[in-house]
């Protein structure tokens, strides 16, 4: 069973066009993060979001998270070729931060 | 500024060996963190290593699987006696501080065994 599920597991869309990729949970976290992996790499972090209710721009990226810590999502604007990767996201289950849950990820793909 | 530094790239055994993982933080950092990825999933928690301590292997299996950090040098993952089925790629991430908000990935070790 897992703890983080995201969703859809799969995406393939046109370049330009808008997405939201989401991940839910039925635990609180003190924490969640969202990771981009490129094949034969490791994943880069692309925010942390704390509080409920919050949201976080980056350029084209906007990220939110739950009012009730369980959820979130990741909206793309625009998608372009180089957002293709497999987008993870992670809840601190603990408040030192020490485990990270992983959710299976979004493997999205944005064809030119 | 160097980033997480794993080697080897790429490991191959055959049944029965060792395999050795290392990873090296990045600089200023005394947290580190094992993962376990298998092919189309998500990471896995394995480890996670302060300066010469253990702090939470709720994710490691009880046998055959070790971690370590010592004062000096890098972490190391070792794992006895490997089966086909410890085939994944193991990534290790760092932090300076036990932080929610900092974790560093590596760019991962794949380990195939034959």
């Known amino acids: 069973t897992q703890l983080l599920e995201q969703s859809p597991q799969f995406l393939s869309i046109q370049e330009g066009e808008n997405l939201t990729v989401y991940c839910n949970s039925s635990?609180?976290?003190?924490?969640l993060q969202w990771y981009r992996q490129e094949p034969g790499e490791g994943p880069v972090l692309l925010v942390t979001?704390?509080?409920?209710?919050e949201v976080k721009k980056l350029k084209r990226l906007t990220f939110q998270f739950g009012d009730a810590r369980k959820d979130s999502s990741l909206h793309i604007t625009a998608a372009q070729p180089g957002d293709t990767g497999l987008y993870l996201c992670?809840?601190?289950?603990?408040?030192?931060?020490?485990?990270?849950?992983f959710g299976p990820g979004t493997r999205l793909s944005v064809l030119p | 500024n160097a980033g997480v530094m794993q080697n080897p790239r790429h490991l191959v055994r055959r049944r029965g060996q060792e395999a050795r993982l290392r990873c090296s933080p990045m600089?200023?950092?005394?947290?580190v963190y094992w993962y376990r990825q298998l092919p189309e999933e998500g990471l896995k928690f394995m480890v996670y290593l302060q300066k010469e301590n253990i702090i939470d292997e709720s994710g490691m299996p009880k046998e055959r699987f070790s971690a370590e950090f010592p004062k000096e040098g890098p972490s190391i993952l070792r794992i006895q006696q490997v089966v086909r089925g410890d085939s994944a790629a193991y990534f290790c991430?760092?932090?300076?501080?036990?932080?929610?908000?900092?974790?560093?990935f590596g760019p991962g070790t794949r380990l195939t065994v034959l």
């Open positions: 635990s609180v976290f003190s924490s």
């Open positions: 992670a809840g601190a289950i603990d408040n030192y931060g020490q485990n990270f849950v």
């Open positions: 991430a760092s932090s300076p501080r036990p932080s929610t908000d900092t974790q560093y």
């Open positions: 979001v704390v509080t409920g209710g």
């Open positions: 600089k200023g950092h005394s947290h």
